[in-house]
């Protein structure tokens, strides 16, 4: 279980990690020299799956997919709400879902990676956190009863 405090660190370092790790999406230029990179270490790795080119339509969805992400990660840095750490968890539900298919499909085992990071991070802010109000009336209530 999560302190309040703990939990707001927890969504800020989710969201610190996905701006490292997606901000190379966000521009066809960036995005090309990432693929280029990974496709080297799946190479170097002789892991199975492949790892095609993009061509402009797929460009343009990584792209929009980096936008977005960069966008969602510096709101929770800036403002590392509990809500925020919830819905993120369950985007991170659905992203392991996809990237599970896509690892069925064929695609390289470099996924597989990510996929352990997202259930990870969605398992992390999906646990609950201490209501320290209700903790507070507890603690109260056990003083005066003494």
């Not at 392991?96 to 398992?123: H, K, M, R, T």
């Amino acid at each position: 279980m999560w302190t309040p405090a703990q939990y707001r660190r927890l969504v800020r370092a989710s969201a610190a990690y996905d701006l490292v790790v997606t901000a190379a999406f966000a521009t066809p230029w960036s995005f090309a020299l990432l693929h280029a990179a990974l496709t080297a270490l799946a190479t170097a790795l002789a892991l199975p799956g492949e790892f095609p080119a993009f061509s402009a339509v797929p460009m343009l969805m990584a792209n929009l997919l980096g936008s977005i992400v960069c966008v969602w990660s510096v709101l929770r840095l800036r403002d590392p709400q509990q809500q925020f750490g919830r819905y993120d968890a369950v985007a991170r539900g659905l992203f392991a879902l996809w990237q599970a298919y896509a690892l069925l499909q064929g695609a390289s085992w470099l996924v597989a990676g990510f996929l352990v990071v997202e259930l990870a991070w969605g398992i992390a802010q999906a646990l609950p956190v201490r209501d320290e109000l209700a903790l507070a009336d507890t603690r109260e209530l056990a003083g005066t009863a003494g």
